[in-house]
Structure formats: structure tokens, C-alpha cells
Nanobody, 124 residues
């Protein structure tokens, strides 16, 4: 079992930055692939970024490529999402996810574990 708790969301002006954090419980965090998804009002949840267990592989949605960076610190059981050059269309609830299979997050969008989400609002 993995429990995920997100933090770092908030209100920011367009062009600004935020860093989301996701703290994971469990001693096997370093063996899990991690990722971020988001869901805007009235829209389906969508993939944002994924990172493999050792950080050697990453993948991003085209809409955030070049602006967002996913990283992890296995010693702290934490995954991060650095979001720069934020746009109003980035407004959404952001969810942290974990799975023992990288592809379950990076391509299939079906991770085994989800956090409860953190709100990010970008004003124009």
C-alpha cells in the first residue's frame, strides 16, 4: 500500500511558478514509478508527467513540455512538480499517482494509487 499526500497548490498569476510536492508513505517508495495528473472543471482527468523509479525516465504531456519538470527524492519519499510559466489553462486539481509499472502512468494512465489532489489556480 502507498498513501500519497499532495501539497503546494495555490493561486498564482499567469507567468508565475509553483512547486507541487507529493509525500508518499511506505518503505518501498523507491521502487514505484510516480506521476502527476490534473483535472479541470468539466473535463476529464489528464496525464501531466511521469518519472521512473530511479528518475532515469521521464515523460510529459505536450501541453506542459518545456514548462514543467518532474523530479523525485527517494531519500525523502517525495516527488515534485516544478511548474513555470503558468497559464490560465493550467488551472486544475493536480493529483499525484504511483504504480510499480512506469507505463501504467506514462501511457496507460491507470496507476494503482492516487492522492486526494491539490488545487492550482492561475489568474490571467
Amino acid at each position: 500500500q502507498v498513501q500519497l499526500v499532495e501539497s503546494g497548490g495555490g493561486l498564482v498569476q499567469a507567468g508565475g511558478s509553483l512547486r507541487l510536492s507529493c509525500a508518499a508513505s511506505g518503505r518501498t517508495f523507491s521502487s514505484y514509478a510516480m506521476g502527476w495528473f490534473r483535472q479541470a472543471p468539466g473535463k476529464e482527468r489528464e496525464f501531466v508527467a511521469a518519472i521512473s523509479w530511479n528518475g532515469g525516465s521521464t515523460r510529459y504531456a505536450d501541453s506542459v513540455k518545456g514548462r514543467f519538470t518532474i523530479s523525485r527524492d527517494n531519500a525523502k519519499n517525495t516527488v515534485y512538480l516544478q511548474m513555470n510559466s503558468l497559464k490560465p489553462e493550467d488551472t486544475a486539481v493536480y493529483y499525484c499517482a504511483a504504480d510499480d509499472q512506469y507505463m501504467s502512468i506514462a501511457t496507460r494512465g491507470r496507476p494503482d494509487y492516487w492522492g486526494q489532489g491539490t488545487q492550482v489556480t492561475v489568474s490571467s
